[in-house]
């Protein structure tokens, strides 16, 4: 038995190496690597930032950021969870080489993705694949408190197997009434049932999942494109985005210097627009809030319809030229985007417009 390690009562500086001291497999392509500082220092950090290893790989030592996916209320050691994506070389590198015993040297903890910047009652987490990582940290902090806050937590997986943490948020889950879990996955797992939700998150699904979204402050991790999905989505909504928070796991941000400006293109209620229907050789003008298909009724066109939120696909029109704002509910794929096409109940013109209808 190793023998245990003496604690300094200082806290880790990165001029001190890691140790690493246990690797946890977590999925058939993701596992948690746990650190400790060889000193015995204990480590200091919000939950949901992040730290930078120097990765010693054959052709030169390379350094990627991780989010720390364990929780400063257990200061005895530091974890990351990593998942291997396609031309990964540190974390391929760290998932095939680095095993208990081995040092690396790093640098952090860092970042402003953390809800101890934001103070609130009720929070909506919002992740997709790794980005998973910080809302645990959080999760984990908030369950150590002894006062958990009410937690929406909304994860997105490819399938059920492949969503990192779900037996300890289960458990967690099940001893607390503030921690609301709500998966959602591309596909089942062959021969395994799945009682959960099943598709890409969209502004139906998130309702059912969290009606109060509104009154929460919400943190949103993942793949840039799913983040912004879930922008738009929430922004269409009437969210106040003042009360969104993200961090992608690929640019995390060391300062609110560093943060982003989120410039996504939407309908501003104060431009006009102006739809032009190529197959009846009527046009029609009206505000970039107005949708195409209430401006075509507006004109005495039919485009047929059904649902009016984006789910049943009954107002695919084909867009000739020009920009919209669509925000859909699943009722159209993303070939037909690809190849021009509309659901016009749900898509806000952007200056000029020609469609066929």
Known sequence: ????????????????????????????????????????????????????????????????????????????????????????????????????????????????????????????????????????????????????????????????????????????????SGLTLRFTVTEPDPFSAWPGYQGRLSQIMLGLMAPDYLEREVFCCGPEPFMQAVREMLASLGFDMARYHQESFGAPVHSPAEAPVLDDVGPDPQAGAEISFAASGKSARCNETDTVLATAKAAGLNIPSGCTFGLCGTCKVRKLSGEVHMVHNGGISDEDIAEGWILACCSNPIGKVVVDA
């Open 1 to 176: 038995m190793r023998a245990q390690a003496n604690w300094s009562g200082k806290p880790w500086s990165d001029a001190e190496p890691l140790e690493c001291v246990m690797v946890t497999p977590e999925t058939a392509s993701a596992a948690t690597f746990t650190f400790r500082a060889p000193s015995g220092a204990w480590f200091d950090y919000q939950p949901g930032q992040f730290v930078t290893l120097d990765l010693p790989l054959p052709g030169g030592n390379v350094q990627r950021t991780y989010t720390i996916s364990s929780s400063p209320s257990r200061p005895l050691s530091i974890s990351v969870t990593v998942k291997a994506q396609p031309g990964s070389t540190g974390t391929r590198w760290m998932l095939d080489h680095l095993r208990p015993g081995m040092r690396l040297k790093a640098f952090g903890p860092a970042g402003i993705f953390s809800f101890h910047r934001a103070p609130s009652e009720k929070y909506l987490f919002i992740s997709a694949g790794s980005g998973i990582t910080p809302m645990m940290s959080m999760t984990t902090w908030a369950w150590d408190s002894g006062a958990m806050p009410d937690i929406t937590f909304v994860h997105a997986a490819r399938r059920p197997s492949d969503i990192l943490f779900r037996e300890r948020l289960e458990q967690f889950a099940r001893r607390v």
